[in-house]
């Protein structure tokens, strides 16, 4: 099993920045793609950035020039820096991964727990 853990939210002004990290653990043979998402309340989960284990990016127009996503291999873990924070980017952020816990397993989708960020005006 692999298990995912977010750090790095909380209350923050609009204009501000933070940086959400999502350390993976437990029994890793591999990660492929990782990613952050978002839920606000009321609204559908939505994909915020990802990247994949080359460091090809991709990001959500809402949050494009704005936030930058970066992972470091040897910790299995995905980075989330947000700058020129909004009200509207309140939501609860969840970490996601594509892993495999043996050599012959397929890829399987495995979700963090999710952690708030709230930006006050």
């Known amino acids: 099993q692999v298990q995912l853990v977010e750090s790095g939210g909380g209350l923050v002004q609009a204009g501000g920045s933070l940086r959400l990290s999502c350390a993976a653990s437990?029994?890793?043979?591999?990660?492929?793609?990782m990613g952050w998402y978002r839920q606000a309340p009321g609204k559908q989960r939505e994909l915020v950035a990802a990247?994949?284990?080359?460091?090809?990016?991709n990001y959500a127009d809402s949050v494009k020039n704005r936030s930058t996503i970066s992972r470091d291999n040897a910790k299995n873990t995905v980075y989330l820096q947000m700058n020129s924070l909004k009200p509207e980017d309140t939501a609860v952020y969840y970490c996601?991964?594509?892993?495999?816990?043996?050599?012959?397993?397929?890829?399987?989708?495995?979700w963090g727990q999710g952690i708030q960020v709230t930006v006050s005006s």
């Open positions: 996601n991964a594509e892993s495999s816990s043996k050599w012959y397993e397929s890829y399987r989708e495995v």
């Open positions: 990247i994949t284990r080359s460091g090809s990016t």
């Open positions: 437990g029994s890793i043979f591999s990660i492929n793609a």
